[in-house]
């Protein structure tokens, strides 16, 4: 009587042993590595019908790196001299035609603190500014992060936000000038950044003014500008220009730089630097050289038959903006029909017997004003 169901839970058995999906597992499934270190992970099919695939993936799906190599038949990953960027899940896929599964290994890899500080050394701050300075550190395990201030042992009390660790002055004073070091430490090493912090304006430190700020001098003229520095010792001053050497016709005395016969190729930023053992001070002078016009006619000289047009330009060169003006010599007004032009031409249309002549041209900038002459001459 119970023969028959016998047969039946038999023949369901073997059905199903031979379409089963595989069965897998990783060994170890984590492991814990220091930087540099190797280890690798098998992948264990238990059951399942043959043939069966095993594939290696990162939990992400991401590429395996170029440092994680897979063993003969596939079954053992290996990540060769661990990095911190290997640190995740890694997945062995087996799968065979009834299906798949996976087992998930997970890598940790620890190394020591890397530190990073915004911004990065030297400092150079006004006394009484606010100063903060972040130091940042990554590592595994997490790094534990102190400031503290070169040749004292004391730690600074800090604040630490999102991995950012902070040291921050609401004034800074001249003393808090210094070499300052942040820590980060774990279980793997201590690592050290340091900055020098230098407080500048302190009692004794030059502050240089110029005279003037913006000097305008005309092409050829002579320029002096000065300087004056506070501080004890006196401050030694020097005059620079900036991007280029001082002009070779110049002279240094008493902190006034003087200049002669300049040219528009002097213009540009010069430099005064006043300097003594508490540090240094710049100040500075733009200067613009400027240039009166300087006109030409072309052509100079007209040769035209009645009827024809007339067509000139007056150029000049030097500092912007000019202003062009025509006149004809002798005569209080162009003839009628003349045109003129903003940048300097003159037209007419159809010349005159009467209208030959000389022309003039007065070109005029906010520094001088320059002219020239056109001959124009009428024959039929
Ligand atoms: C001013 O002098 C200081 C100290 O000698 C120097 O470091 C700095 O570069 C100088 N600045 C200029 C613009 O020459």
Known sequence: MDFLPAILILSSLLCSVSSQAPVVSVEPRSATVRQGESVSFRCQVGRGAQPIQIEWKRANNQALQDNVK???GGTVLTVVNSRPGNQGSYRCVASNSAGRSSATAVLNVKYAPKVRLTPAGPMRVRIGEPVSIECRAAGRPRP?????????????????INDVNTIQWAVIHPEDSGVYICQGE????VTEVKIDLIV????????ATVSSEEVTAVEGHTV?????????????????????PLPWKHTVAGGVLTLTSVGRQDSGQYICNAT?????????????????PYATCLPEQVKLQPRDSLQVQCLAHGSH???FEWSRVGRPSLPAGAE??????????HIKQGDAGTYKCVATNHVGSSEAQVKVVVKA
């Open 144 to 160: 534990k992060m102190t400031w503290k201030r070169q040749g004292s042992t004391l730690q600074y009390v800090t604040q630490e």
């Open 224 to 244: 002096k500008m000065s300087c004056a520095a506070t501080g004890s010792p006196t401050p030694v001053i020097t005059w620079s220009k900036l991007r280029a």
């Open 200 to 207: 500048e304006g302190g009692l004794g430190a030059p502050v």
């Open 321 to 323: 903006p000019i202003r």
């Open 186 to 189: 774990n279980t793997e090493g």
């Open 70 to 72: 897979i063993g003969p």
């Open 276 to 292: 003594n053992i508490h540090g240094y001070s710049e100040a500075y002078t733009q200067m613009e050289v400027e240039s009166p």
């Open 340 to 349: 003129t032009s903003a940048d300097g031409r003159l037209f007419i249309a």
